[in-house]
């Protein structure tokens, strides 16, 4: 079976857009060379494929023979990158700077020095106003050539300066090297790990981030230094489940952009990552206004040439908002209100399928399954949870406890009792191995191999003080991942109180907004 996605030119072809595919059919056809004609031949074949067959790709090829294809395809991906390369200059600082750099390379090459420190100069000046500092090496770099190999009358001046200048470049890039590193493998721990499980993953966590933070790093005052920081502390707070430290650093990370509203276009993936971290700080405290706010806010600048132009931004800006949605959703109780954005979901993933990873989408298929179990739809809840579960096991290992426990739940629910003794084994011997339980979640099961052999009257005593023992956990640091990842208190008060989930969030959600207005 062919797979659709294994051929790079095949995903570069697939990835353009229309004007994208224009402007290469322009930008080619400058040259009439049966070279170029045979790579227009390929790119509209490789366009209309639903997916990469090279059997079927030659036979739709009249000029180009078996042996060719190899080469053509080569070229074919150079000519599209540096097409693209061209119309997408103007809309990225650095590939601006490249080009500058590039132009006061040819002209040190021909000997014409100072038009090429001219250019150089203004560089240099753009590269500092967009904190590009590792733009800087490289050009400094050349001054320097220029200057040592080449006597110029600015020499006796410009030696201590740029002496002086690199020095200083160095110096940042070090700090800026070594606080994204932290935050880069602080939030590589959480894809891995998920949440810290006991007091010595805490203590593992903890130790990493005194040795690797550097001293002086709280006196910065270059962007990049404070975003790297305030990244770092959010992933730490986030791996501690320190929800409150999470959102006030959730909150700082979108405030140096909001404060320097330049860099925003500079560096626009670092924003928008930061407005979805800022979402999840939200829903993890029931911050409904705050929530409110600030998904409003992100769903406005999605609506922005910025991101609605560019591939990854607006791939990126769609996965959070729907992702935010959801949360909002299973926030509210507003569960079947939240189903009905499921099939317009899955047609977005399938259409951003080349640009979305396996992480995303099983973090995805969690919050589908937790709605469905919201609204009581516990087949379907199953469905999704099962895509979870055949998944690979060492990535999100959290994830992966909690699918096989709500999947457990929803087994429950149905009544499917002749599945629920070999079910409950099983997920507790998962989650053993993987050290993944609390006490709440031994609590849990305490409970539900019990809970289907009783009768309704001791059953309803059963669930009652079940959830008073949970209740008394949920203050506990260490407790608090069941509670973000399964809502068990709200599940145990729709039992007790002989309500449905959905009565009993909409219920907390609107007692919180009459407090906020009175």
């Known amino acids: 079976m062919p797979n659709r996605f294994t051929d790079t030119l095949y995903q570069l072809v697939r990835s353009m857009e229309k004007a994208e595919k224009r402007h290469f059919k322009l930008y080619i056809k400058r040259s009439s060379s049966n070279d170029n004609l045979k790579i227009i031949e390929l790119f ?6 639903e997916e990469y067959d090279e059997v079927t790709l030659l036979k ?11 080469n053509i395809k080569v070229h074919l991906y150079k000519q599209l990158l540096a097409s693209l390369r061209l119309l997408k200059s103007t809309d990225s600082i650095d590939l601006q700077l490249n080009e500058q750099f590039d132009y006061a390379h040819i002209l040190y090459k021909k000997g014409l020095f100072s038009q090429s420190l001219k250019i150089l100069d203004k560089a240099k000046e753009m590269a500092r106003a967009n904190y590009k500092v590792n733009f800087l090496v490289q050009a400094i770099a050349l001054e320097k050539r220029i200057e040592t190999l080449h006597i110029t009358r600015t020499m006796q001046i410009r030696a201590e300066q740029l002496s002086a200048e690199i020095n200083e470049v160095n110096q940042q890039i070090d700090r800026v090297a070594r606080l994204s590193n932290l935050a880069m493998l602080l939030y590589s721990w959480f894809i891995k790990n998920g949440h810290a499980r006991n007091e010595k993953d805490e203590e593992g966590v903890k130790q990493y981030l005194k040795e690797h933070l550097p001293e002086d790093a709280f006196s910065q005052e270059g962007f990049y230094e404070k975003l790297y920081l305030y990244q770092s502390y959010t992933w730490y707070a986030f791996i501690r489940q ?37 979402l999840n700080a939200h829903f993890d405290l029931r911050n ?31 996965v959070y908002i729907y992702s935010a949605k959801i949360n909002q959703h299973n926030m509210e109780g507003t569960f079947s209100e939240g189903v009905k954005l499921v099939p317009h979901l899955l047609e977005k993933l399938k259409e951003y399928e080349l640009f979305i990873d396996d992480h995303r989408i099983m973090v995805f298929n969690y919050k589908i399954a937790s709605m469905y179990f919201g609204s009581g739809d516990y087949a379907t809840c199953i469905d999704y949870l099962q895509k979870i579960i055949n998944e690979n096991a060492e990535v999100r290992s959290d994830l992966q406890s909690y699918s096989r426990l709500l999947h457990l739940l929803a087994h429950y629910e149905m009544g499917n009792y002749e599945l629920m003794e070999y079910l409950t084994k099983s997920v507790y011997r998962f989650m053993s191995k993987k050290e993944n339980l609390t006490v709440v979640e031994e609590e849990m099961f305490r409970f539900l191999r019990k809970a289907f052999h009783m009768s309704r009257s001791k059953l309803q005593v059963e669930l009652e003080t079940f959830l008073d023992k949970i209740k008394g956990l949920e203050k506990n640091r260490f407790e608090t991942r069941a509670f973000a990842y399964l809502d068990i208190i ?29």
């Open 44 to 49: 509209d074949a490789l366009d209309k494929l």
């Open 60 to 70: 739709k090829l009249k000029s180009i023979q078996k042996p060719q294809l190899s």
């Open 288 to 318: 409904y206004q705050k929530f409110d706010e600030t998904l409003k806010k992100f769903e406005k600048f999605a609506g922005t040439d910025r991101v609605r132009l560019h591939d990854n931004f607006r791939t990126q800006a769609f």
């Open 490 to 518: 709200s599940w145990l008060e729709s039992k007790v109180q002989r309500k449905s989930m959905s009565e009993i969030l909409q219920e907390k959600y609107h007692g919180s907004r009459k407090r906020i207005y009175h």
């Open 242 to 278: 320190d929800f409150l430290m999470y959102y006030r650093y959730a909150q700082k990370w979108v405030d140096i952009f909001d404060n320097e509203p330049l860099m925003i276009r500079v560096e626009t993936g670092h924003y928008i990552k930061g407005l979805h971290t800022l």
